[in-house]
């Protein structure tokens, strides 16, 4: 058994709180409110274990655009992010999050859910830094081993609004079957995307590959399963179990807890 394997025991000695015991070996008590999680039941780990950074992790990407469906609420957004994560940890590939530049932004400050007070340059609260976090990366932290530490692709030839009307046409698709996606070149390289908003993602995983995540009738359905649980960051013995899941709740049940 590898450490990190069994929860934490102090968890089922004592009444759950969300005041997090383990806060101070991380140097601050507001940390515990960083996270949905307490921080005890994250496994920090993940970034280490996963073997994504290989030379061509780059080049088959799915980009999720939330601009487009910035006016809904905080629950429906994060739901498409992490219905579009769990999308790109099946079909193997990256997730990339492109937001528009601010002078296309309708929101003054860059994003639909405001301004922290650690978003600007001056005291007097007027001027955003132009490194912050804009649109949805403005509530969530996206991490390395989801986005294969890669970055929005072919900028040189794709400039947001190109990529906007692929998208456009990749969410009329979403509806009847896999997106067709594009290749486009950085250097010599040939990069595959596929660039959707909350919509296509939701058409996406109901419509063309929920029966897929929820098969198990071949040994080859069971890999598939066992492999997209890795990528999410279970261990092997987690990886087992999700593998050989045939009810669709406790399937749910075991991504929403990785």
């Known amino acids: 058994?590898?450490?990190?394997?069994?929860?934490?025991?102090?968890?089922?000695?004592?009444?759950?709180?969300?005041?997090?015991?383990?806060?101070?070996?991380?140097?601050?008590?507001?940390?515990?409110?960083?996270?949905?999680?307490?921080?005890?039941?994250?496994?920090?780990?993940?970034?280490?274990?996963?073997?994504?950074?290989?030379?061509?992790?780059?080049?088959?990407?799915?980009?999720?655009?939330?601009?487009?469906?910035?006016?809904?609420?905080?629950?429906?957004?994060?739901?498409?992010?992490?219905?579009?994560?769990?999308?790109?940890?099946?079909?193997?590939?990256?997730?990339?999050?492109?937001?528009?530049?601010?002078?296309?932004?309708?929101?003054?400050?860059?994003?639909?859910?405001?301004?922290?007070?650690?978003?600007?340059?001056?005291?007097?609260?007027?001027?955003v830094k132009d490194n912050f976090p804009d649109g949805l990366l403005r509530l969530i932290k996206h991490p390395d081993w989801i986005s294969h530490g890669c970055d929005v692709p072919c900028r040189d030839t794709h400039g947001f609004h190109e990529w906007e009307q692929i998208m456009k046409e990749e969410t009329a698709s979403a509806k009847f079957g896999p997106p067709k996606g594009i290749t486009c070149k950085e250097g010599q390289r040939d990069i595959n995307v596929i660039s959707l908003q909350g919509t296509a993602v939701r058409d996406l995983f109901n419509k063309t590959y929920k029966r897929r995540m929820l098969d198990r009738s071949s040994p080859d359905a069971k890999e598939n399963a066992y492999n997209w649980a890795v990528r999410l960051g279970a261990r092997h013995r987690e990886a087992t179990h999700f593998s050989n899941l045939t009810i669709e709740y406790q399937i749910w049940d075991f991504l929403t807890a990785l």
């Open 1 to 127: 058994m590898e450490q990190g394997d069994l929860p934490n025991p102090r968890s089922y000695m004592s009444i759950s709180s969300f005041l997090d015991f383990s806060w101070a070996s991380w140097g601050k008590d507001t940390t515990q409110f960083e996270t949905l999680l307490p921080p005890s039941e994250i496994d920090f780990t993940i970034g280490k274990r996963l073997t994504w950074n290989r030379p061509d992790r780059c080049d088959d990407i799915l980009m999720l655009m939330p601009y487009f469906k910035a006016q809904h609420g905080q629950g429906s957004q994060l739901n498409s992010y992490l219905m579009a994560a769990l999308l790109a940890t099946f079909l193997d590939k990256a997730f990339v999050i492109l937001e528009p530049p601010r002078v296309a932004n309708k929101y003054p400050s860059g994003s639909q859910f405001g301004c922290p007070v650690d978003a600007f340059e001056d005291e007097q609260y007027t001027q």
